[in-house]
Nanobody, 119 residues
Framework: QVQLEESGGGLVQVGGSLRLSCAAS????????MAWFRQAPGKEREFVGG????????YYTDSVKGRSTISRDNVKNTMTLQMNSLKPEDTAVYCC????????????WGQGTQVTVFS
């Protein structure tokens, strides 16, 4: 099994920045992709961005592209999301997840951390 634990959420002012981390543990940890998702109240879960574990190459959904950076540390088994120029619509519970193959199915999920952007 794999356990994922997010940290770094909280209250952030509009225009500010956040830095979220996801720490993975477990002997079965062998990701193909680690990714961030978010879910706002009353909305469906949304993909934010991910990173290919083998080479650290990130990719993002359009709504966060240009103001977000996802990176991974394959020694510490952690992934980080840095997001700048925050908007109220970034308010959500942010979860990390792991894909273990090329199939677009996420096998492991964290519990999530709340991010609230206020003006």
């Amino acid at each position: 099994q794999v356990q994922l634990e997010e940290s770094g959420g909280g209250l952030v002012q509009v225009g500010g920045s956040l830095r979220l981390s996801c720490a993975a543990s477990g002997r079965a940890f062998s990701p193909y992709v680690m990714a961030w998702f978010r879910q706002a109240p009353g909305k469906e879960r949304e993909f934010v961005g991910g990173v290919y574990w083998s080479d650290g190459r990130p990719y993002y959904t359009d709504s966060v592209k240009g103001r977000s950076t996802i990176s991974r540390d394959n020694v510490k088994n952690t992934m980080t999301l840095q997001m700048n120029s925050l908007k109220p619509e970034d308010t959500a519970v942010y979860c990390c997840a792991v894909r273990t193959s090329v199939t677009n199915v996420y096998d492991y999920w964290g519990q999530g951390t709340q991010v609230t952007v206020f003006s």
